[in-house]
């Protein structure tokens, strides 16, 4: 595919070698012992390190260009001021230096990399009422933090940043094919048009810092419970965000892990009950983003390997169909209350 639009550089991270990662923690004063194991993230490199004291270190080094400085330090302030009110999270070790955020130059480029302590756990098992009520606790104390300050250089859960930017950037990026191209377009402007609609009918929210990308693969269950990893996402935006993800099913049986989510978390944080009628509008717009994610990494060559379905005429007429799915299920009933 080609582009009159820049994507993403298509080897962002090629000088990252197992070399290059140990020697960027020895200038922060963690000598690995050689051994290290790259974690699954498409976005950032992460990796497991083995240290020479036997401790275990996860670094993570930011995909270049994604976020400034500004945005990542409030990403990493927001996990210390969680960590420090007890909430379990994976956040910044402080390094030599006194912070949380070090570079590293290698073949040319400039790497950012932040140090966490290492957090292992399992799945949650989000089929029992208990482990369900445990996260929503820690959701609602994670808000009840975030609801101190907004954040001032990350971004916010909008129509704007999340519809219409990458809608704009897709279509002018000319990666979507044409004979796909009028399809995708009316379906993703009635999506937007069904979304703007919901937004006006629920009216203002409380926005707030948010996990973002409260998904079951970032909350790790252990037998002290859950804890949360992966903070990249945080960003400002109405609470039910951090809830969505984390149903699945029928919706009776969506209902009954509301419930129970929300009963851990008001005994933290009050929930307006108005922001359940936005969860097929966040759906919606995560959709769009997503698409647009894909797109502009496509020049990475993790990229088609990991999704080697998308970017085809198949791909974006199924698009269209899911979008327009989505239109009824924006004009249905909200769901109920419990």
């Not at 996990?211 to 990893?229: I, K, M, R, S, Y």
């Not at 903070?231 to 965000?241: E, H, K, M, R, W």
Request: aromatic content about 10%; glycine content about 8%; hydrophobic content about 45%.
């Amino acid at each position: 595919m080609s582009s009159p639009l820049p994507l993403d550089s298509d080897t962002p991270y090629a000088g990252l070698t197992p070399e290059a990662v140990l020697d960027a923690l020895d200038t922060v004063g963690l000598r690995g012992d050689g051994r290290l194991i790259q974690l699954n993230s498409y976005e950032n490199r992460v990796f497991q390190v083995f240290l020479e004291d036997g401790s275990v270190v996860v670094p993570k080094f930011y995909r270049p260009g994604r976020w400034t400085d500004a945005q990542i330090l409030e990403e990493h302030a927001f996990a210390l001021e969680l960590l420090e009110a007890e909430i379990p999270v994976a956040a910044p070790l402080v390094l030599d230096g006194g912070g949380t955020l070090a570079r590293f130059d290698v073949s040319g480029q400039t790497y950012r990399f932040a140090v966490a302590a290492r957090r292992s756990g399992r799945a949650a098992e989000l089929e029992d009422p208990a482990v369900l009520e445990w996260i929503g606790r820690f959701i609602g104390r994670i808000h009840a933090v975030g609801a101190k300050k907004p954040f001032e250089h990350r971004l916010s859960l909008d129509i704007a940043t999340h519809g219409t930017a990458p809608r704009d950037w897709l279509l002018a990026s000319e990666l979507i094919p044409l004979d796909a191209e009028s399809g995708w377009k009316q379906a993703v402007d009635a999506a937007l048009d069904a979304v703007r609609e919901c937004f006006d009918r629920v009216g203002p929210c409380r926005t707030l810092r948010l996990h973002g990308d409260c998904h079951t693969g970032n909350v790790l269950w252990t037998e002290a419970g859950p804890h949360f990893v992966d903070l990249d996402d945080a960003l400002n935006g109405p609470a039910v965000q951090d809830f969505w993800m984390l149903l699945s099913g029928e919706p009776v049986a969506m209902r009954r892990q509301l419930n129970d989510l929300l009963s851990g978390y008001e005994d933290f944080m009050e929930f307006d009950w108005r922001e359940l009628r936005l969860i097929e509008a966040l759906r919606t717009l995560r959709m769009i983003h997503y698409s647009a994610w894909i797109a502009r990494r496509w020049n990475d060559p993790a990229f088609p390997v990991a999704f080697p379905w998308f970017g085809g005429r198949g791909y974006w007429n199924e698009q269209a169909t899911r979008l327009l799915d989505q239109v009824e299920a924006l004009r249905e009933a909200p769901p109920s209350y419990p």
